[in-house]
């Protein structure tokens, strides 16, 4: 998702989520529909939109509402929350096979739901935010819970709750999930980790004073992020830090406005810290362990790198 702050996106952005007009007509909340065989759904990252793009006439249509969109876990995940930031409405979505929608879990009207990190294909961690009749957000209720994506129950993580939770990673193998929470008085952010597998488990304080709430897990590190520097247990580099950062694979993938404020991608070959492909005019890309499909104002782009 765009990195947009979470204790920005929930504690100002959703202000007056209670205010819910009910008159409103339901194409207010409506995700883009294809209306012919050159279009596919994807993920425009600059606009935090999902988007129908025509692969023939390299267009896209959306829902322009203002103050309505979805977030996105990353782009190797076709789940996503959309919601309204005045209104509310939210949900946790599917998008399947790039062509239509599946509504998982439908928030109360008092409730916001954003991606934190993926599980599986099947399962996946989202913050869930409560507000009160003026629209402030209850703080001491903020809390993170797993959610199934089949049967859209969620599991509630008791000790996670009141933390101002921002962005978070989860490492599979070891059951072990990382979340960064914002610190109100000193403007930074602390790093925990929690045994998801061992109920018992207590939550850990891992780092403090954090500058920046990005974390990510790849091939067995984790990745934190300081202003403008990503680094792990085998050193840091600098990078031209965007909105849409992404770890997978031994690359950093990061999307930022270049020249005339159009979207770049850079990737990043953490093991050189060389950029080894810039990308312009990007809208959204798909990444696999060899391979990234580029979907630009231009045409898609398949591009190797191994």
């Known amino acids: 998702m765009k990195k ?38 994807i993920y425009d990252r600059m606009k935090m939109k999902l988007v129908a793009y025509n692969a023939e006439s390299l267009t896209e249509t959306y829902n322009d509402e203002a103050n309505y969109y979805q977030y996105s876990f990353s782009p190797l995940s076709n789940i996503y929350t959309t919601g309204h930031s005045i209104d509310g409405h939210f949900k946790i979505i599917s998008c399947d096979n790039s062509k239509s929608f599946r509504t998982i879990y439908e928030a109360e009207d008092n409730e916001a739901v954003f991606p934190l990190t993926s599980i599986d294909e099947k399962k996946g961690f989202f913050v869930f935010s409560t507000y009160k009749a003026d629209g402030s957000e209850e703080y001491d209720k903020r809390y993170i819970a797993k959610v199934d994506y ?32 914002y610190n109100e008085d000193m403007d930074d952010y602390t790093l925990y980790k929690l045994n998801y597998s061992d109920e ?14 990005n974390i990510y897990f790849d091939n067995g590190h984790l990745y934190l992020t300081d202003l403008n520097n990503i680094f792990c ?19 950093l993938f990061t999307i930022y406005l270049g020249n005339d404020d159009v979207p770049v991608l850079d990737v990043v070959d953490i093991s050189n810290k060389q950029v080894i492909k810039t990308i312009s005019g990007i809208i959204d890309y798909k990444h696999d362990s060899d391979r990234i499909v580029a979907y630009t104002f231009d045409g898609i782009e398949n591009i190797d790198i191994n």
Do not use: M, R, W
Request: hydrophobic share 30%; net charge negative; proline share 1%.
């Open 4 to 41: 947009v702050l979470k204790h920005l996106a929930i504690g100002v952005l959703l202000i007056g989520i209670l205010c819910s007009c009910k008159g409103n007509s339901a194409s207010k909340y409506e995700l883009p529909k294809l209306s012919n065989d050159n279009e596919l759904i």
């Open 150 to 181: 089949s049967s859209g129950k969620k599991q509630k993580l008791n000790k996670t709750e009141g933390l101002l939770i921002s962005e978070g990673a989860y490492d599979i193998e070891n059951h072990i999930l990382y979340f960064t929470s």
């Open 200 to 213: 018992n488990s207590e939550l850990d304080v891992c780092e403090q004073n954090l500058k920046s709430s």
């Open 233 to 251: 247990q085998d050193g840091s580099f600098s990078y031209a830090k965007g909105d849409n950062d992404f770890v997978n694979n031994g690359y």
